[in-house]
């Protein structure tokens, strides 16, 4: 029996969802039937489209606790409930601690781990009233689960962000669940400025165990499964959506023979 998943009549609000990974996700909500509201501070070039619907477009800097909180009180007077939030806004340019000083650290921080629980808090304010309750997914990285040197704010607010979460689901269970995607390398249409052209962008594939770049859809995919009645008993987790992670480095060091067991 082949299992679909539809979403029709939930309402999902996607942030920093106009473009690269928030895009994707936004754009698999919307094939499942969602209704979806993308937020960032500024629109995207173009709208966010999937199976002949949009998503809508309203203003936010997730950073504003006052425009958050407004955000979510016009959301409950236009659609009346919230389904599910995914906190996707966030990011960071690269830059060693040592050369970039504490007040670039504490803006990263901010972005990355106090924004998404200023969001979540507004969010649980309208889910917790509601019959069905809601799910809040964490968009992560696996610079949380390693060293993150260039990276290493970023990498230390996603590490706060997966505990974040599991806190969460302990303290607004049974009402609202939340999990944590923990995304690896996507290609997206910034990707050039990480891993240069096309040719840089399939040799860092190549570094993955599954040969290639997650696609934005594919995070969006692991957002509709976990906003959907199939994970109604998941809340607290962490989706690993990296491809198999990272070769370690010492296995193409390392200069002795490897086969496979022969038994």
């Known amino acids: ?36 509201v993308v937020c960032a501070r500024r629109p995207g070039d173009r709208p966010v489209e999937a199976a002949g619907r ?33 906190n996707n806004a966030g990011g960071g340019s690269f830059g060693l601690v040592a050369g970039s000083g504490p007040g670039r650290a504490a803006r990263v921080v901010e972005l990355n781990l106090i924004a998404p629980l200023t969001v979540s808090l507004a969010a649980y304010e309208v889910m917790r009233h509601q019959e069905r309750g809601g799910s809040i997914v964490m968009i992560g990285s ?9 990276t290493a704010a970023y990498g230390a607010a996603k590490a706060g962000l997966a505990n974040l979460a599991r806190s969460l689901a302990v303290e607004w269970a049974p009402t609202v669940r939340v999990n944590t995607v923990v995304l ?14 096309d040719a840089g962008i399939a040799a860092v594939g190549r570094t993955v165990p599954l040969g290639r770049l997650a696609e934005p859809g594919e ?14 008993y998941i809340s607290g987790a962490a989706l690993y959506v990296h491809g198999g992670g990272e070769r370690p480095a010492f296995l193409d060091a390392a200069n002795v023979n490897q086969r496979e067991d022969p038994t």
Do not use: Q
Not at 10 to 17: F, H, K, N, S
């Open 184 to 197: 690896g390398m996507v290609r997206t249409e910034l990707s050039h400025l990480h891993y240069g052209d």
């Open 54 to 86: 949009a998503a809508r477009f309203l203003p936010l800097d997730v950073r504003d606790a006052d425009a958050v909180g407004a955000f979510f009180e016009g959301l409950r007077g236009s659609y009346g409930r919230l389904d599910l939030l995914v």
């Open 1 to 36: 029996m082949a299992v679909t998943i539809d979403l029709a009549g939930r309402v999902a609000v996607v942030t920093g969802g106009t473009r690269g990974v928030g895009a994707g996700i936004a754009r698999a909500l919307l094939a499942a039937g969602a209704e979806v």
């Open 219 to 232: 995070a969006g995919d692991a957002c509709v499964f976990l906003a959907s009645d199939l994970a109604a």
């Open 142 to 150: 696996v610079s949380g689960t390693r060293p993150s040197p260039g």
